[in-house]
């Protein structure tokens, strides 16, 4: 459903009024297109104080974009923050910061690099931590389409010192316009590589990273399943669209425009992981979980069904194909789970008990089983956490409720499927191994459940 007050706004009489009635000031973003792949600027590089990793500059190549150490106006600056271990070293980042952040390029991104709070040093923990509440305050007052994250590198467990190397796909994510509507993230990288060595997968083709991996994509005939399902198969990956035999033919229409394979099929059939396998003779390299439905009421007048049917497709099916698909290998090793929650499993919804109850219950299963994938299966398993998406499920949702989902959120607008989509196939890298148990929002920075 188009965004009316979005485009008002790209007006000039509708931005004066707006701005005269005090309302917000979405800028419109900049996705991803084949065009124009990478940020329009340099990518300011700064330390605040001594760096405690090594490889940022390496890593920091992997972007696309000029780095420097000096730029008037850049697209993206990278504060290095991992030596921040006190808190009068906080002053660093205040040092570094301040000077720059006005010169930000409107659309541009800043991602501060820490390191994991110690369990043994509370004063390196109370300053890393730190960063959480200033990144996150950042992301709310940057504004003119900016983004803030905090991506932490583990430090203490790699022997002979800890390595930015793990974070190249993670930068390249966050530093490029396919992370338009990812801001305020925290996101905590793993020193463990599941595919046995501690390198990641080498890609051989850049520009199609998934090129021999099958890509299997549930709920896929439409919304962001559809969006996923486009973006993995931009990627190279041979895909298949799964959906229930009711959307059949608007399955095989989204199919036949990817060069996708239709898969009809109710994921919470009984026997619903043996046909994914037999669909998939060589294994899936990824596995998306992102069919999903709403029965909301309030729980004084949820019927038993109503509660039973969204926890049966959004998470007793996932739990149950996932079991099954690993247990019979049919995910390959250095294979990609990626299960959709969302914000409402994590901020609560009224009329949505049994929806968030499942959402959070997503949350759960990749915490649990990310380490444990990893270590027996070579596969690491993350979830999406969308927030107010413009797809059919939102297009249902009250005016007043619909218009309060797109605004309230740092960037003050909806997300398009594309952005969720974007946020699972940097999951889907071959070389985001050290991305795992992961929850990543992909919301405008909502202010629900913040
Ligand atoms: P949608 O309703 O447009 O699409 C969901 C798809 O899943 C449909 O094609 C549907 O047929 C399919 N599906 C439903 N039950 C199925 C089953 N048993 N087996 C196979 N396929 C089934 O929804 P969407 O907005 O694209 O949402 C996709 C996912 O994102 C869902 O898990 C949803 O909960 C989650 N999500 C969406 C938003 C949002 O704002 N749209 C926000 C947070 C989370």
């Known amino acids: 459903m188009a965004d009316r007050y979005l485009h008002l706004t790209g007006t000039a009489p509708g931005r004066f009024l707006t701005r005269r009635l005090g309302l917000p000031q979405p800028a419109p973003l900049r996705r991803w297109t084949l065009e124009t792949p990478h940020l329009d600027g340099p990518l300011l590089h700064l330390t605040a104080g001594a760096s405690a990793v090594t490889g940022v500059a390496e890593a920091l190549r992997t972007s696309g974009l000029t780095v420097t150490e000096r730029a008037d106006r850049p697209a993206a600056i990278v504060l290095d923050a991992t030596g921040v271990a006190t808190a009068a070293g906080l002053g660093d980042v205040h040092a570094a910061l301040h000077p720059v952040v006005r010169s930000l390029a409107p659309g541009g991104r800043i991602v501060v690099l820490g390191t994991v709070p110690s369990p043994d040093d509370h004063h390196q923990a109370a300053a890393q931590q730190a960063l959480e509440g200033f990144v996150r305050s950042l992301g709310k007052e940057i504004g003119r389409g900016s983004t803030v994250q905090l991506v932490r590198i583990p430090v203490a467990r790699i022997p002979g010192g800890a390595s930015a190397h793990a974070a190249g796909s993670t930068l390249r994510f966050l530093l490029s316009p396919r992370s338009a509507y990812v801001s305020g993230q925290v996101i905590e990288l793993t020193s463990a590589a599941p595919e046995s060595g501690s390198d990641p997968t080498p890609i051989t083709d850049p520009a199609a990273p998934l090129t021999g991996r099958t890509a299997l994509v549930t709920g896929a005939a439409r919304g962001i399943g559809a969006a996923v399902a486009s973006v993995l198969a931009r990627d190279g990956a041979r895909v298949i669209a799964l959906d229930v035999p009711g959307a059949r033919e608007e399955l095989e229409r989204t199919a036949d425009r990817l060069g996708a394979t ?159 989509a974007e946020a699972v196939a940097w999951f889907a890298q071959p070389d985001s191994t050290a991305v795992n148990g992961q929850v990543l929002r992909v919301c405008g920075q909502s202010l629900l459940g913040a």
Do not use: C
Not at 328 to 350: K, M, P
Not at 370 to 390: K, L, M, Q
């Open 262 to 420: 239709a898969l009809p099929l109710d994921i919470t059939a009984p026997d619903a992981a043996d046909r994914i396998a037999a669909a998939a003779p060589d294994g899936l390299g990824v596995l998306v979980h992102n069919a999903g439905i709403t029965r909301d009421r309030r729980l004084a007048n949820m019927p038993a069904d109503r509660w039973a049917s969204v926890i049966e497709v959004n998470l007793d099916s996932v739990l149950r194909t996932t079991d099954e698909l690993l247990k019979t290998g049919t995910i390959t090793r250095g294979g990609r789970i990626v299960a959709t929650a969302s914000i409402a499993g994590i901020a609560g919804n009224t009329g949505q008990t049994n929806y968030a109850a499942s959402k959070a219950g997503i949350i759960g299963l990749v915490r649990s089983l990310g380490p444990r994938a990893a270590s027996d299966h070579g596969v690491t398993v993350n979830a999406v956490a969308p927030g107010f998406i413009e797809t059919k499920m939102t297009a249902a949702v009250p005016l007043f409720i619909r218009e309060a989902g797109r605004r309230m959120n740092s960037l003050s607008q909806g997300g398009l499927p594309v952005d969720v």
